[in-house]
């Protein structure tokens, strides 16, 4: 059984960083890109950075410059670095492991979620 947990979210000014954590259990983890993504209250999941088997990164343009997604398969650990926050980066962000090791900014493509961490950037 596969289980991903997040951890690091929290409230932040506006311009100010933080990191989200994604623990995941499993013995492939090496074999599967791994994802972010968010969703804001009313608003559908989006795709916010993924990162390949092989280290490869993607980014939503509206995060691009500012988070930087990185793994370590040696902790089965997923992180993302999110720097220059705005108040419209407030979303709920969650962990995902795609159904391989590419990534997609698909919400479909991914087959495990982790249950969410909170951010929240006041103005």
């Known amino acids: 059984q596969v289980q991903l947990v997040e951890s690091g979210g929290g409230l932040v000014q506006a311009g100010g960083s933080l990191r989200l954590s994604c623990a995941v259990s499993?013995?492939?983890?090496?074999?599967?890109?791994m994802g972010w993504f968010r969703q804001a209250p009313g608003e559908e999941r989006e795709f916010v950075a993924g990162i390949n088997w092989a280290a490869g990164t993607y980014y939503a343009d509206s995060v691009k410059g500012r988070f930087a997604i990185s793994r370590d398969n040696a902790m089965n650990m997923v992180y993302l670095q999110m720097a220059s926050l705005k108040p419209e980066d407030t979303a709920v962000y969650y962990c995902?492991?795609?159904?391989?090791?590419?990534?997609?900014?698909?919400?479909?493509?991914?087959?495990?979620w982790g249950q969410g961490t909170q951010v929240t950037v006041s103005s």
């Open positions: 995902a492991r795609h159904r391989s090791g590419g990534i997609s900014h698909y919400v479909r493509d991914y087959a495990y």
């Open positions: 499993g013995r492939t983890f090496n074999d599967y890109g």
